[in-house]
């Protein structure tokens, strides 16, 4: 077996486990919110995320599912530009298995930074580790769309 089809039939596999509708772990958080920015920034810090939320049963992982054939949950961190500092937010994203085009719906202009992926907590990336998994696995799920 050739090394692209290997890298087809793994990307297929990873697909085809997103499509079963596996609860897909996202970190979910906004560097607006108070006592967030210390963990949500541009960068995520697991380490400095307060105790007090596990005290109080709270998290900032959430589990996303989707309940439609057509939906593909994912993660997303996007970086906004507002009053000249920059939001970083993680959270569940649902995009439709057909877009072949991720982060693409309209927004106010605002927007640095946009990331969709696939695996558990992969949101906490930074942009650089980021990219490189959108160009690994967009083509991938491209090649799913084409094969359905």
């Given at each position: 077996?050739?090394?692209?089809?290997?890298?087809?039939?793994?990307?297929?596999?990873?697909?085809?486990?997103?499509?079963?509708?596996?609860?897909?772990?996202?970190?979910?958080?906004?560097?607006?919110?108070?006592?967030?920015?210390?963990?949500?920034?541009?960068?995520?810090?697991?380490?400095?995320?307060?105790?007090?939320?596990?005290?109080?049963?709270?998290?900032?992982?959430?589990?996303?599912?989707?309940?439609?054939?057509?939906?593909?949950?994912?993660?997303?961190?996007?970086?906004?530009?507002?009053?000249?500092?920059?939001?970083?937010?993680?959270?569940?994203?649902?995009?439709?298995?057909?877009?072949?085009?991720?982060?693409n719906e309209p927004?106010?202009?605002?927007?640095?930074?946009?990331?969709?992926?696939?695996?558990?907590?992969?949101?906490?990336?930074?942009?650089?580790?980021?990219?490189?998994?959108?160009?690994?696995?967009?083509?991938?799920?491209?090649?799913?769309?084409?094969?359905?």
């Amino acid at each position: 077996m050739s090394k692209s089809t290997k890298l087809f039939v793994t990307g297929l596999c990873l697909i085809a486990s997103i499509s079963f509708n596996e609860a897909l772990e996202c970190y979910h958080c906004s560097s607006e919110t108070i006592g967030s920015e210390q963990f949500c920034g541009q960068v995520f810090r697991e380490d400095k995320i307060p105790e007090t939320l596990e005290r109080y049963n709270l998290s900032v992982v959430r589990s996303c599912t989707s309940t439609s054939e057509h939906l593909i949950p994912t993660c997303r961190k996007i970086e906004e530009k507002r009053n000249g500092n920059i939001i970083t937010k993680r959270f569940c994203f649902y995009t439709n298995k057909s877009d072949s085009i991720f982060c693409n719906e309209p927004h106010d202009g605002s927007r640095e930074f946009c990331q969709d992926c696939f695996t558990n907590k992969c949101n906490s990336a930074s942009q650089l580790i980021a990219q490189q998994l959108g160009f690994i696995l967009i083509p991938l799920l491209i090649a799913k769309v084409t094969l359905i």
